[in-house]
């Protein structure tokens, strides 16, 4: 984790798209369902949470200027 970024970023509230981009980021499906691929994108998430200033679906941009 970047100490500049921490707790900048906006990310939406969706789990599903959340889990997916995990997934891809570790270069498999977006649909995964292999148990060592789902630990690891709960991994890179738990990861990433200290980043996170909000969950938004409906406005992110908004928060982000």
Request: glycine content about 4%.
């Amino acid at each position: 984790m970047a100490p500049e970024f921490k707790n900048s970023g906006v990310s939406l509230d969706d789990q599903r798209v959340l889990i997916g981009i995990a997934n891809v980021l570790q270069g498999k499906s977006i649909n995964a369902t292999d148990t060592k691929v789902l630990k690891m994108s709960q991994e890179i998430l738990i990861d990433l949470l200290p980043n996170i200033k909000a969950f938004d679906s409906d406005s992110p941009k908004t928060l982000l200027a």
